[in-house]
């Protein structure tokens, strides 16, 4: 009997290494995901695991990995802001993709609901109340009800393959 294609190209073993190159054919946006921690301080990171998950009601998701030193803050935090980084935020993307500094420093961002951070210059943003979370795996699951939303006239950044990208033509 023949193989599949699938099984033909295989790659084994299954290690976290091949997960993560084979998970970096799929193009994604880039997101900044903010809160306040309990002492009122402003937390946030790059995360490209955003998904939209219902219309009605309107829920979004994302996962945090277990170890962040962001986990603590985005467990206590009653909300939640996804900021869509537009094309020219490579600079804010690096910079909350890193453990050390301060994210914050040079805005500009304003306070929205649950003055989580919004940062000014996005393709959209949308302010969340946390709906439910779930250890899951090595990541904490956050399921988000949208509350408010904006929906700008800006072109957003991709990641793909492990690089910045951005939007090219349409098929
Ligand atoms: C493009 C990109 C996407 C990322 N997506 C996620 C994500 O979805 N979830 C996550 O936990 N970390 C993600 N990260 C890593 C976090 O941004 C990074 O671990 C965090 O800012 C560093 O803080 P830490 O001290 O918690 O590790 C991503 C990084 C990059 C560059």
């Known amino acids: 009997m023949s193989q599949t294609p699938a099984a033909e190209t295989a790659i084994e073993p299954l290690t976290p290494q091949a997960l993560r190159a084979a998970l970096g054919r ?3 946006g880039v997101t900044i995901i903010t809160c306040r921690d309990a002492g009122g301080q402003p937390v946030g990171l790059t995360a490209n695991s955003f998904a939209s998950l219902s219309l009605d009601p309107p829920l979004v998701l ?3 990995r277990r170890a962040s030193s962001n986990l603590a803050a985005f467990e206590a935090a009653r909300h939640f802001a996804i900021n869509v980084l537009a094309e020219t935020q490579v600079d804010l993307s690096r910079r909350f993709a ?3 500094g301060d994210k914050f420093a040079d805005g500009p961002w304003a306070d929205g609901l649950g003055d989580c951070p919004v940062l000014a210059g996005c393709s959209a943003v949308f ?3 946390t709906e439910a979370r779930h250890e899951v795996g090595d990541h904490v699951l956050f399921i988000g009800r949208v509350l408010r939303l904006a929906d700008l006239p800006v072109a957003p ?3 793909q393959g492990g690089h ?3 939007v090219g033509e349409v098929l």
């Open 98 to 100: 890193a453990s050390k």
């Open 127 to 129: 302010e969340c109340e």
């Open 26 to 28: 799929f193009a994604t």
């Open 164 to 166: 910045y990208r951005m």
């Open 157 to 159: 950044l991709l990641f």
């Open 62 to 64: 994302w996962s945090l």
